[in-house]
Structure formats: C-alpha cells, structure tokens
C-alpha cells in the first residue's frame, strides 16, 4: 500500500464499496484437530487415581457430625492416598492427602477425648 492508500483506508471509498482490502500476511497450513487429555492427566503426565478429595470431605464433616464413624474411614482412605502420592512427589493430589490425613487424626484425639470425657462424667455421677 501506498502512503496516499494508507491515509483513504477509513474513508469510504465509492468505487468499490463492500471491498474489503487484501491482507498482507497469509497463513497457510492444515488445521489438526484438538487433542484431548485424558481424565486424571496433569501437564500432560498421568497421574494414578486417589481418593484424598473424599477423604478430606468425610474429615471435615465428622467434625460437624460424624465423630469416629466418619473420621476412621477418613482416616483409611488418607492413608491410601497418601501411599500412592508419597511414590510421586508432584502428584496432584498430594496436598490434599495430607490434610485428609491430619484433619482425621486431630478428629480421632477430639473424639476420643470427649468419649472419654464423657465416660468419666457418667462414672463420678453413678458413683456419687
């Protein structure tokens, strides 16, 4: 284009109207098709399934309401998140197992220490 070109471009141009002007630069080529990630795949490495995310939820709800009955299997399956996350230092989940595993332990201590609580108030009033 010329500098005379370039300084008409926006205005409009009643000789050849609905033209629009030619591109400079042309890519060429063939499209390839979107490649999918697989489920579980994480930067492009595949990473074995866990089940810290369950875990973690069933910790933090037997605090709510669970006590031992939740935070035992929360405990379980901490457990074995954590043996395959432990193989591989940059699993994904490997955070998350981690909570899991320390939010079921605090909740097993908490538990056992108001059943135990529990259990000595029921004792020094059937005795007193």
């Not at 990630?37 to 810290?52: L, V």
């Amino acid at each position: 284009m010329t500098q005379e070109q370039d300084d008409n471009f926006w205005q409009n141009n009643e000789a050849t109207p609905g033209v629009m002007p030619q591109a400079q630069y042309v890519i060429g080529g063939q499209v390839q098709s979107p490649q999918a990630i697989p489920i579980g795949a994480t930067h492009f490495a595949m990473y074995p399934q866990t089940n810290a995310i369950l875990a973690l939820v069933l910790a933090i709800a037997s605090f709510a309401c669970g006590g031992l009955l939740m935070s035992i299997p929360a405990l379980i399956l901490a457990i074995s998140a954590k043996k395959i996350t432990d193989h591989n230092p940059t699993h994904p989940d490997r955070g998350i197992a981690n909570a899991a595993y320390i939010t079921s332990i605090v909740n097993i201590c908490i538990s056992a220490a108001i059943i135990l609580l529990y259990a000595g108030a029921i004792f020094f009033y059937m005795a007193g």
